[in-house]
Structures are given as structure tokens and as C-alpha cells.
């Protein structure tokens, strides 16, 4: 692995797949205009609306999504990480599922989320992402590129779920994929620090692309879409607006901060 530039999108997205899309490839080129060569989209990129028309249009959304990512990457000559969009399953019911697309248009790899949003919050908001989401059942997969490096999946609600990052680490991740659309509520207390100390237990990079703003109704997401260095310093950060989080990957510093703080060496449990 070389150094690069990586990009996290942030984007605002609504009820609407065409609309999306559109505004996800400007954003895939203004990043690949800045240079980055890997380029990650948040959750629910190509569609962000009321659970029922999320799965009634499933199909669609699913056949249009993968089409756009390999399209985006084969064009532009990029790796490029859709990070959760549905996939019709059995039982009327939709995975979460995140894939990542190389250069030539082929899957590196593909992982259905493993942990559903099931939460009441203080706001009033209440979530039951279960209701039309059937979770996946298998250990996010590890994609390992000679020139991006060794690449862990991951979804949104995931990241308070360390040992899931631990096993990935263990397994020889560098770089975290976190992809989001966080709620404005918990965002503002908990986004940031969970991504800094995902990156530092696994001294990895962490790139997490997230939604922001308000999508319909009462669903506002946090925003600050960001990448993270393995000593846990953030390197840019895309504030609340849309827009694109960009920074180096360096192996250099990888080993370095590996190297200075050699813990997960010394993990006893996992």
C-alpha cells in the first residue's frame, strides 16, 4: 500500500432515488477531482424515506444502486464503498447492506448490517429499523488491496459495537469503513468520540461518510462526515453541510502509531 487520498460523502438524502443519485455523482466527482482514489458513500445514500416505501421500492433501489456504483467507479477509475442501501429478502423485509466496487466495476465486498436500530430517544424519536430490515448474520468481510490496503466493513449503528472492529482488526483491517446517517439527537454526543475510539483501539484509519440535515418529517441526521487517523486525530471533517470529507492514508503513519502503541499486541480476549 502507497499513500492516497481517500474521500467520506456527506450528503442530505431524501425520499427520492433519482434525486439522490444525481446529487451522489457530483459529489463522487468533486472527491475525485480532489484526487481521492477511495471514495465512500453514507447509509441510505440513494434513498432516505418512511420504512414502507423504503421496501415497497426496494427493488428498484437496489437494482439502480449497484448500477450507479459500478458505474461511478469504472468511469472516474476509483474504488468506491455504497454504504447501505436495501436489498429485498425473504419475508417482505430488506437487508442494510454495504458494497464495496473497485475500479473495473467488480465486488470486493458485500456485508449485510448485523445491528438493527431499535431505539426509543429522549427527542420523542422512536426507531425500529427491524420492522423492515432483516439483519445480517455474518462477520462484516475484510477486502484486501494491495493498493488501498486491508478494508473492514462496517454500518452506522455498528460502531458502538467494539468487538465487532476488534475482530476485524485481529484479522488485519487498517482501514474502518463507518458509514451513517446518525441522528441529529445522538450525533451530537456520541458520533465523534465513537469514531475516535474505534480508530484508536484498532489503531486503524477510520472513514466514516454520514448524512446530514433534515431528510423528511422529523428525521434530521448529524452530519460531520469525517476520517480519522489511527492515533485518533481528526484529519477533516465535512461539517453540516453536503460536501466531502478528504484525507491521506498513509501506511507510513500507520506503522508508526502501530509501532509507538503496540496494543493490539497485547489484547488478552479477543
Not at 64 to 71: G, S
Not at 122 to 149: C, F, H, M, R, W
Not at 174 to 190: C, M, Q, R, S, V
Request: net charge neutral; charged share 20%; with cysteine.
Amino acid at each position: 500500500m502507497k499513500s492516497y487520498l481517500a474521500a467520506a460523502i456527506q450528503m442530505t438524502s431524501q425520499p427520492d432515488l433519482e434525486k439522490n443519485l444525481a446529487a451522489a455523482s457530483d459529489l463522487v466527482e468533486l472527491a475525485v477531482r480532489r484526487g481521492a482514489q477511495l471514495v465512500s458513500l453514507p447509509e441510505n445514500f440513494s434513498f432516505l424515506g418512511e420504512e414502507r416505501e423504503k421496501v415497497r421500492q426496494a427493488s428498484a433501489i437496489a437494482q439502480q444502486t449497484e448500477k450507479f456504483l459500478k458505474t461511478m467507479a469504472q468511469r472516474h477509475q476509483i474504488t468506491i464503498f455504497g454504504g447501505g442501501f436495501p436489498i429485498p429478502v425473504a419475508d417482505g423485509k430488506v437487508s442494510n447492506t454495504a458494497v464495496l466496487i473497485d475500479a473495473n466495476g467488480e465486488e470486493l465486498a458485500r456485508y449485510e448490517k448485523v445491528h438493527l436500530f431499535d431505539v426509543n430517544l429522549p427527542d420523542g424519536n422512536t426507531y425500529q429499523e427491524s420492522k423492515t430490515v432483516k439483519a445480517g448474520v455474518s462477520l462484516p468481510p475484510l477486502s484486501i488491496s494491495p493498493e488501498l490496503g486491508k478494508i473492514g466493513l462496517s454500518v452506522c449503528y455498528d460502531v458502538r459495537f467494539p468487538e465487532l472492529y476488534r475482530k476485524l482488526s485481529k484479522q488485519g483491517a487498517e482501514i474502518l469503513l463507518i458509514p451513517a446517517a446518525f441522528t441529529a439527537y445522538t450525533g451530537k454526543d456520541h458520533w465523534q468520540v465513537l469514531l475516535q475510539a474505534r480508530a484508536i483501539e484498532n489503531t486503524a484509519y477510520v472513514i466514516a461518510p454520514a448524512q446530514t440535515g433534515n431528510h423528511y418529517a422529523r428525521r434530521n441526521s448529524h452530519g460531520h462526515a469525517m476520517i480519522v487517523d489511527p492515533w485518533g486525530i481528526v484529519l477533516s471533517d465535512a461539517g453540516e453541510n453536503p460536501g466531502v470529507a478528504i484525507a491521506e492514508i498513509n501506511p507510513s503513519r500507520l506503522e508508526q502509531v502501530r509501532r509507538q502503541m503496540p496494543s493490539l499486541t497485547h489484547s488478552v480476549f479477543i
